[in-house]
C-alpha cells in the first residue's frame, strides 16, 4: 500500500463526469467513493455525505451476523423462528414487514417454522429480503450489531439505528444512515479478509456474490466482471455498492449513492450503472462495453 | 395412538448440565406474584428423530412440542437427548380435540410449545415453561394472524375444553397478535410412586399470599405469549 494515493473524485477528471451526470439525470444528491487494489488508488465524490441507507444497510447487518457467530452466539447452520412481528424502536409498539416488498416469497412462507442464519442472510442479501433482515437483527441484537461495528471501526460513516419497515421511526426521522466512504470501509473490511476472519469474509462475499439485482453497478461493466455487492432503493434514494472483480487485474470497491425527487423515478439505475461504467474505465483504461 | 413406550424421568436425577438448564421442582415467581415450582418430570428422547417418531396424541408427536431455536440453550438444540414435561401429554390431548374439530392440521409454531427456564424469551414463568401451552400460527390454510382469525379459533378451543385459556387478540402484555395462544395452566404431573416436584416433597409457600403456591390449574394469570 506503500504507493497509495488517496485522491479525491474533485482532483481528477471523474468529477466532472459524475457531477455532469447528476445534473443530466436530475438527481438531487450523488455520492461516489472507490478503492482499487490494483493501483491502491481511490477517491471519492462527496464521500462524506449523508444519505438515507435502504437496503445498502444490510451489508453491515450481515456484518454484525458474522460477527455474532465470530462471538459464538450463533452458527450458520442456527435456526431462527420466522415471525413476522417486530418492535419499533420509536414507541415500542409491534409492526410487520410488508410481504409485497420482498423479492420472493421463501421467508414469509416460513412463518411459524424456522429456517437457518445462512438461508437468512442469504435471502437478506441476494434478494434483499425485509423480513430475513429483521429476524436477523432481532437475533443477534441491534445494539450487538451497533458495537460490532464500533469495534470493526465502521461506525464512522455507517449509522444502524432500527429495523426495516419500521414506519413509525420513519415518520420520527430515525433511520439508518450511510456515507459513500463510510460503506466503502465496510467493503473494503472484507475484501481485505479482516472482517473477523479471512474465513467470515470469504463466506460474506460468496453471500454477496449471488445478488439477483444487476441493474445497478453490474450493468455498467463487461459481462465477465464478476461483482460482489448491494443494491438499495427507496422512493427518494437508490443505491449500489460492492466490489468489481474484472478480468485480469484486481478488483476494486464501488459505492454509488443517489437521492432523488420522489417522482423522479426513470433515470436512476441508469445513472448508477452509468457512474459505474466511467470508472471502469477511468480504472482499466477500457470501456466496459469493450 | 399415544406412544405407551414413552420413558418418564425425575428431572432431579438428571446428569448436572441439564438440571442447571431445566430447573426441575425449582420454585420461580410468575407475573401474577405467585410462586409455582416448575415441572420436575419429563418425557425423555434420546434424540431429535426419536422425539419425531413419538405420538403425544394421535395426531400430534412430540417435537412438535419441543422445536425451538437458536435461543433454547444450546444443550437443548444439540444432538442429544430432549425433555418434554409431562403435562405436554394432556396438552396434546386438549389439542387433538380441536384438530378434530377443524378437521385439518393445527401447527404448533417454533418456540411455541415446551420453552426450558433457559430459553430467551423465558424472561418469566409462564405456562410454556411447564410445557403447558402451545402457540399455533396456522390450522389447515388458515393463518392465526388477524383478530378474526385468532378470536375465531380461540372460542372454538374453549368451546371443546374448560382447560383452554386463551390469550385475546391484541398488542400488549397477555394478548397475541400473529398466533393464537393456548394453555392448560401451570399444569404438573407426577407420575404415581413418585415425590412431589420439590426434592424433599414439600409445597413452596407463597409469602406474600401465605397459600399453597403450586397453583396447578388454569387460573388466568398473566402470562406472555
Not at chain 1, 487494489?37 to 445498502?56: K, L, P, V
Request: hydrophobic content about 40%; aromatic content about 6%; some cysteine.
Amino acid at each position: 500500500m506503500g504507493n497509495r494515493k488517496q485522491a479525491g473524485l474533485d482532483e481528477d477528471p471523474l468529477r466532472a463526469s459524475v457531477r455532469s451526470l447528476k445534473e443530466t439525470a436530475g438527481a438531487s444528491k450523488v455520492g461516489v467513493a472507490y478503492y482499487d487494489y490494483e493501483t491502491c488508488t481511490g477517491g471519492s465524490y462527496f464521500g462524506a455525505e449523508w444519505f438515507h441507507a435502504a437496503s445498502i444497510i444490510k451489508v453491515p447487518v450481515l456484518v454484525g451476523v458474522f460477527g455474532a457467530i465470530h462471538a459464538g452466539e450463533l452458527d450458520l447452520k442456527s435456526r431462527v423462528h420466522v415471525r413476522n412481528r417486530f418492535i419499533s424502536v420509536a414507541d415500542r409498539t409491534s409492526f410487520r414487514v410488508d410481504a409485497a416488498r420482498d423479492a420472493n416469497s421463501a421467508v414469509y412462507d416460513a412463518r411459524g417454522r424456522t429456517m437457518r442464519v445462512e438461508e437468512l442472510a442469504t435471502h437478506m442479501i441476494v434478494t434483499s429480503s425485509n423480513l430475513a433482515t429483521n429476524l436477523l437483527i432481532d437475533v443477534v441484537g441491534l445494539e450487538k450489531i451497533q458495537a460490532t461495528l464500533r469495534e470493526l471501526g465502521l461506525a464512522d460513516g455507517v449509522e444502524l439505528k432500527r429495523g426495516v419497515e419500521d414506519e413509525r421511526a420513519f415518520e420520527r426521522d430515525i433511520n439508518n444512515r450511510i456515507t459513500a466512504d463510510g460503506m466503502l470501509r465496510v467493503l473494503r473490511l472484507i475484501e481485505d479478509r479482516r472482517a473477523f476472519t479471512a474465513d467470515a469474509s470469504h463466506q460474506m462475499l460468496e453471500i454477496m456474490h449471488r445478488q439477483e439485482f444487476r441493474s445497478g453497478i453490474p450493468a455498467g461493466l463487461p459481462e465477465d466482471a464478476r461483482v460482489a455487492h448491494k443494491t438499495g432503493e427507496i422512493s427518494t434514494v437508490a443505491h449500489d455498492a460492492g466490489i468489481v472483480y474484472p478480468q485480469g487485474r484486481k478488483p476494486y470497491a464501488l459505492v454509488v449513492l443517489t437521492e432523488w425527487e420522489a417522482d423522479r423515478t426513470a433515470k436512476r439505475k441508469a445513472t448508477i450503472a452509468e457512474i459505474s461504467r466511467r470508472i471502469y474505465g477511468h480504472l482499466t483504461g477500457e470501456p466496459a462495453d469493450a | 395412538m399415544p406412544d405407551v413406550r414413552i420413558r418418564v424421568v425425575d428431572g432431579l436425577k438428571l446428569p448436572p448440565g441439564y438440571r442447571e438448564v431445566l430447573r426441575p421442582g425449582e420454585p420461580v415467581r410468575c407475573r401474577d406474584g405467585r410462586v409455582r415450582r416448575l415441572p420436575r418430570y419429563f418425557y425423555e428422547f434420546s434424540s431429535w428423530d426419536e422425539a419425531k417418531a413419538t405420538d403425544l396424541a394421535p395426531d400430534f408427536r412430540a417435537w412438535e412440542l419441543l422445536d425451538v431455536d437458536v435461543r433454547e440453550h444450546a444443550l437443548l438444540r444439540m444432538d442429544g437427548p430432549r425433555y418434554l414435561p409431562l403435562a405436554a401429554a394432556l396438552l396434546a390431548g386438549q389439542l387433538q380435540l380441536l384438530r378434530e374439530r377443524a378437521g385439518t392440521l393445527v401447527h404448533v409454531s417454533a418456540n411455541g410449545g415446551y420453552r426450558s427456564p433457559s430459553h430467551r424469551l423465558s424472561d418469566e414463568p409462564t405456562p410454556h415453561n411447564w410445557g403447558a401451552a402451545a402457540n399455533l400460527y396456522r390450522v389447515g390454510d388458515d393463518w392465526l394472524d388477524s383478530e378474526a382469525a385468532i378470536t375465531e379459533y380461540g372460542r372454538k378451543a374453549r368451546e371443546l375444553s374448560p382447560l383452554f385459556r386463551v390469550l385475546p387478540y391484541g398488542r400488549t402484555a397477555g394478548q397475541t397478535d400473529d398466533h393464537l395462544h393456548l394453555d392448560v395452566g401451570f399444569v404438573t404431573v407426577v407420575p404415581h410412586g413418585r415425590p412431589e416436584e420439590g426434592e424433599d416433597g414439600e409445597l413452596p409457600r407463597d409469602e406474600a399470599r401465605g397459600d399453597d403456591g403450586n397453583g396447578g390449574a388454569a387460573d388466568g394469570a398473566g402470562d406472555e405469549a
